[in-house]
């Protein structure tokens, strides 16, 4: 079902660069974009495409919600990482967040989601689908480099793409290390980049890994993700390949991140 779209989105921004990329996206098509910013890291970058960009730490959902309204925002789009543990680091929960927090009956992510989805919904915001505007960043199906996996890779992406999913079914995570089909690692709260570096130095040389979205994604959050800095990560712990779902998946930096991978000889495929 298709959604009008109001030229006056809201952003709420977690670390990396595709909350930046989906605000200048979003800014080149005639949207003015007000970002409520969770993370440092790309805040400065925020700034060039957006109208306004707010500084919040993820537990000040009372600030959160109050620049929401004072904005008049109607539509808006969660999207970068927020990790538990930067949460469990830096809690700096106010009372409408500890409130929440009480009220959920799970902590796993799509549980702390779908609630806040329901509480934006009774102030009149609807959460949109993240790739809305950055569908220019899915991943198309078949091998995305010059490197070809072998027979043996495929054997072992087939068994570490249905482990994934089995995983994603558990809302534990959505990646997994898998070597000689033998799972090495299995992400988990520590987030895809710590996953590579312990299962790989498991497996040694020559790891892979396989990413997916969950059986029953909702595409208004934590749609997978991948780009260069998860291939520098792969190059600097030896892991040879890397397999995606197939438009499930947002590539970030493409042409940066495939020629990063031709140069150092790892396989890139969406299957």
């Not at 109208?51 to 919600?65: F, R, T, W």
């Not at 190059?235 to 397999?243: F, M, V």
């Amino acid at each position: 079902m298709s959604i009008e779209l109001e030229k006056k989105q809201g952003l709420i921004a977690g670390n990396g660069q595709l909350p930046v990329q989906l605000a200048k996206n979003a800014k080149e098509n005639g949207f003015e974009v007000i970002a409520i910013s969770l993370s440092s890291d790309n805040r400065n970058e925020l700034k060039k495409y957006c109208s306004k960009v707010y500084d919040c730490a993820p537990g000040e959902v009372l600030k959160i919600k109050n620049i929401l309204i004072t904005e008049e925002i109607k539509q808006l789009t969660f999207i970068g990482k927020v990790s538990k543990s930067l949460v469990i680091k830096r809690p700096r929960f106010d009372s409408l967040a500890v409130e929440f927090l009480k009220q959920a009956k799970r902590l796993n992510d799509d549980a702390i989601m779908l609630f806040l989805v329901d509480e934006l919904a009774k102030i009149g915001i609807t959460v949109l689908d993240q790739t809305i505007f950055i569908k220019n960043l899915m991943a198309p199906r078949g091998v995305l480099g010059k490197i070809h996996p072998t027979e043996a890779q495929i054997s072992d992406v087939e068994y570490g793409y249905k482990i994934a999913k089995e995983m994603g079914e558990l809302d534990i995570g959505q990646s997994v290390v898998i070597k000689d089909r033998m799972i090495m690692a299995i992400e988990a709260i520590e987030g895809t980049d710590k996953c590579i570096k312990r299962g790989c130095k498991l497996g040694k040389n020559n790891s892979i890994i396989v990413k997916v979205s969950k059986p029953k994604q909702d595409k208004r959050f934590d749609i997978p993700a991948f780009g260069l800095n998860t291939l520098k990560n792969m190059k600097k712990y030896h892991a040879c390949l890397i397999a995606v779902e197939a438009n499930e998946t947002i590539l970030v930096d493409k042409k940066q991140t495939i020629e990063f991978a031709d140069k150092n000889n790892i396989v890139v495929m969406a299957v």
